[in-house]
């Protein structure tokens, strides 16, 4: 006579019950992405997701993608009387959105070749703070237009604290050259300067269609 047979113990029955539903919800997940597995429904998944709220700014669709980006112009020591150029060129991949600046400013003292080079704190009110004569100009390196009627003071503007938002933001096409042209009109003093400009590098089809970013 053949033995009965064992029970099952709940705390088993309940796993095995637990597997059961795990391969039912996986089966049904490796159905739904064969059946529209592209990549703006993997997106879609990802943004209904409890996971949503992690996901990277720079997926999914390419002509839709926007990621915060930098860009920094600098200079050499701009002596009294001197000029000098920075520059920078945006990706052939992406153009760029212009929203903001800083400006940072280090002195240069003391005698050579120990110098010491101390940033200038523009936001002190006791007059140490002042960046004597060192001015700014913006402009598009292909066509040589400027974004500013005359140059600009640069401890007016671009506060590390508080930068400068422009009042349109301002599209750089992809492969464009930005340039900033320093100059040192002090009497006296030498200057190491830095711009950065904050915005977003966006990929899109047809940008030259939004004229109401793109510069004149």
């Known amino acids: 006579m053949a033995n009965p047979k064992t029970p099952?113990?709940?705390e088993i029955l309940r796993e095995m019950q637990r597997n059961q539903v795990m391969q039912k919800?996986?089966?049904?997940?490796?159905?739904?992405?064969?059946?529209g597995g592209s990549?703006?429904?993997t997106q879609s998944n990802l943004i209904n997701s409890k996971?949503?709220?992690?996901?990277?700014?720079?997926?999914?669709?390419?002509?839709?993608?926007?990621w915060p980006f930098w860009y920094t112009f600098t200079a050499p020591e701009l002596t009294p009387g001197l000029s000098s150029t920075g520059s920078f060129t945006t990706s052939q991949e992406a153009a760029y959105i212009w929203l903001s600046f800083t400006a940072s400013v280090f002195l240069r003292t003391g005698g050579g070749p120990n110098y010491v080079y101390t940033a200038?704190?523009?936001?002190?009110?006791?007059?140490?703070?002042l960046i004597n004569g060192l001015n700014i100009v913006f402009r598009d390196a292909q066509s040589s237009r400027v974004f500013q009627?005359?140059?600009m003071p640069i401890e007016a503007f671009g506060s590390p604290a508080f930068p400068t938002v422009l009042r349109s933001?301002?599209?750089?096409?992809?492969n464009s050259t930005v340039e900033c042209l320093f100059t040192n009109n002090d009497a006296t003093n030498v200057y190491v300067p830095f711009i950065?400009?904050?915005?977003y590098r966006v990929r899109i089809q047809g940008a030259e269609q939004i004229l109401s970013l793109v510069t004149d």
Do not use: W
């Not at 996901?55 to 993608?65: A, Q």
């Not at 933001?169 to 992809?174: A, H, K, N, S, T």
């Not at 950065?196 to 915005?199: A, L, R, Y």
């Open 8 to 10: 099952v113990p709940h």
């Open 25 to 35: 919800k996986v089966a049904q997940q490796q159905s739904a992405l064969k059946a």
């Open 39 to 41: 990549p703006a429904r």
């Open 51 to 66: 996971l949503g709220g992690l996901m990277p700014g720079n997926i999914g669709d390419i002509n839709k993608v926007v």
């Open 120 to 129: 200038i704190d523009t936001d002190d009110e006791s007059g140490a703070g």
């Open 149 to 151: 009627r005359n140059p």
């Open 169 to 174: 933001p301002v599209m750089f096409l992809p």
């Open 196 to 199: 950065s400009f904050f915005g």
